[in-house]
């Protein structure tokens, strides 16, 4: 993932950032889905072919999407709507 703004941590700068996602859908009613994320973002870099990543990370965390802010809401949407097409493309 591209960084939208380099970090720079003791004169170095981290343009991407590597990732942990988990996101935990469930439903509060038949037409109310809603969801848990965690998503951790490290800074990383290369240097020459060697990746480096920073000791330090930023965590978005949320339980519920009404505390969600617009952005979360619209992406968490949309990786729902990826694992939907996978999960009909296979079948399951």
Known sequence: M??????????QTY????MTLAVSGRYTAP??????????L??????GDQIEQAAES??????SLAVADDD???????????????ILAKGL
């Open 15 to 18: 343009d991407r950032y590597s």
């Open 31 to 40: 037409d109310q889905p809603d969801a848990s994320v965690v998503l951790t």
């Open 2 to 11: 591209n960084a939208t703004n380099p970090i720079i941590i003791d004169g």
């Open 72 to 86: 979360a809401r619209t992406a968490v949407a949309e990786v729902q709507a990826a694992l939907q097409k996978f």
């Open 58 to 63: 930023r965590t978005v965390l949320f339980g």
């Open 42 to 47: 490290t800074p990383t870099r290369f240097e």
